[in-house]
């Protein structure tokens, strides 16, 4: 055998014993994580989550997102405090998938933005049912933001 040909071999020799510990190592090892997703579906269901999940999830201040939000401050009260994270959420939106990262700065995305703050704020007032005029403030704070609101804010 020739000096080329027992290097080939001792390759493949040492090759297939790394591959068999490797192969044992692998299936008992944990599952691997599922890849990152993208920053867009990331926030997309950042969004998708109760304005309670998404309290929970704004603690962490996860990159590359901006976690600022003025709340509801354009909103007199009581309505500023009733619906303090849904606004937050909103901003959330405005702020990821409009200005700032623009992620889907869309007519489709502000429109599902604002029906996903409304949703919220209406989740709100089912599970607060002691907040005075919570439904018709909810409404009134929707039709603010479609009808007063752009990607600007």
Known sequence: MSSRARIAAIVTGLAVSA?????????AA???ADPPQSTRQRATSIMESTYGGFAFIKQSHESPFDWSSDGCSWTPPPQRWEQEVPCQEHDFGYRNFGKGLTLDRTEARRAWIDQRFLSEMLRNCNQHPFYPNCYPNAMALYAAVRNMSDWRD
Not at 19 to 27: P, S
Request: proline share 8%; net charge neutral.
């Open 30 to 32: 944990p599952a691997a």
């Open 19 to 27: 591959g068999a510990v490797g192969m044992a190592a692998f299936t």
